[in-house]
């Protein structure tokens, strides 16, 4: 079945998340880079992954235009929350320039269908491919956040870490 292309640049597509993308989504969650990045993901079992409700105001699926493979997923967190935008690249396809052009397809995608003019990201200062990523696509470290925000408990040592915010500001 043909999925709808939300936007392209020719090489790479976000397309329409489909019920058979669970698998790899949740393969995904479970490789222990995701857990890192978004510090300490908790799925249970493929059954309750799958039968989750997706509260997203956009998710799409990343393609590879020449092969019309997925290979990773971007989001933007529910409306009820300030707009958050991430990424989630299949371990195969990381490091290799894919997730800065997916990150690029999203956010201009959420300024010009989705009218948002503030689009936040968040990352742990020790990621810096995803700092990379977010600078190459016109994120700046969040002026208006202070020392104080973003402290949470690491999953495994309950040691308190900062997560950075970066924003895409129209």
């Not at 222990?32 to 249970?44: D, K, L």
């Not at 195969?92 to 052009?101: C, I, L, V």
Request: one cysteine or more; aromatic letters at 12%; glycine letters at 8%.
């Amino acid at each position: 079945m043909p999925r709808k292309t939300y936007i392209s640049n020719r090489t790479l597509s976000l397309v329409e998340y489909l019920p058979e993308d669970d698998r790899a989504l949740y393969d995904n969650w479970l490789e222990p880079g995701t857990v890192a990045a978004f510090n300490g993901v908790r799925v249970g079992s493929f059954e309750t992954f799958r039968t989750r409700k997706m509260r997203q105001r956009f998710f799409a699926m990343i393609s590879l235009d020449a092969t019309g493979e997925i290979i990773g997923a971007v989001g933007i967190s529910p409306p009820e929350t300030a707009p958050d935008l991430a990424i989630w690249m299949f371990k195969p396809y990381r490091r290799q320039g894919h997730g800065s052009a997916a990150f690029a397809l999203a956010t201009q995608y959420a300024v010009r269908e989705l009218g948002i003019e503030r689009l936040h990201a968040g990352l742990y200062p020790g990621n810096i491919a995803s700092q990379k990523m977010l600078q190459k696509c016109a994120y700046i470290p969040n002026p208006d956040w202070s020392e104080a925000d973003g402290w949470e408990k690491h999953y495994l040592t309950g040691e308190e870490i900062r997560q950075l915010d970066y924003v895409f500001v129209l």
